[in-house]
């Protein structure tokens, strides 16, 4: 069973999946550090604790996707790329900085999605130092059988996963189906100044487009039903 779960804390309905299988949970993402809440109730609304939690893959690692991850015991694996589990241990940060925000807070939508990032404690330093990389291609004996996807670009180790027998790929920021600073609906990216190298994200599209797939649960928006161009 795969869920696609977010808050619409002001944010950009900061999203996750949650995976149950028998007894055991798996998380995608988790959200802000302000959706704590949030991602325990809807673990537990699959009739799971977050006891049942085995482990939680991660997209990349901006604090929208792990912010939740501090209700979770510290022993709970916390998995991505190689180098995305480098970006999550913070020996290095790629995200969009204050100078660049500052110039584009006349825009009003821009200006209120940094009101909602600021209450949700989009500010705060989350680092994981216990997070670990997966090969890209494997399928991890974890429920659904996820397969990490690479699609650099919004960070240089974004993945996407897939999860091959549910026909569902969680795209994290790879793609996104709203966003408070667009005015758009349905599969997009995010805007430039929120890519690390856009040119890259533009490529990754590449990748889920060629996936088996036909649900898309994205980091930022509701899932749709996708059938991509080929």
């Known amino acids: ?103 584009r807070l006349w825009r009003p939508r821009v200006a209120r999605w940094t009101v909602g990032v600021l209450r949700s404690g989009g500010l705060r330093d989350v680092r994981l130092p216990r997070a670990a990389g997966v090969e890209i291609g494997e399928r991890l004996d974890l429920p659904g059988r996820p397969v990490a996807v690479a699609t650099p670009g919004h960070t240089s180790g974004h993945v996407a996963w897939h999860f091959p027998d549910d026909g569902v790929v969680a795209s994290g920021d790879a793609l996104v189906t709203a966003h408070p600073t667009s005015t758009r609906t349905g599969p997009q990216l995010l805007e430039e100044m929120f890519h690390h190298d856009p040119a890259a994200a533009e490529a990754s599209l590449a990748a889920l487009r060629g996936l088996d797939a036909d649900r898309l649960f994205p980091g930022h928006g509701p899932p749709v039903r996708w059938a991509p161009p080929r």
């Open 1 to 103: 069973m795969l869920r696609h779960h977010g808050s619409r804390r002001g944010t950009g309905h900061a999203a996750w999946t949650v995976v149950v299988e028998g007894t055991d949970v798996l998380l995608v993402d988790s959200g802000y550090p302000g959706d704590a809440e949030a991602l325990v109730a809807s673990v537990t609304s699959t009739g799971r604790s977050l006891d049942d939690v085995v482990a939680v893959l991660v997209t990349h690692a901006h604090v929208d996707h792990v912010g939740g991850l501090a209700a979770l015991a510290d022993h709970v694996p916390v998995l991505s790329s190689q180098g995305e589990a480098a970006h999550l241990r913070r020996e290095f940060l790629e995200q969009v900085g204050p100078a660049t925000l500052a110039t």
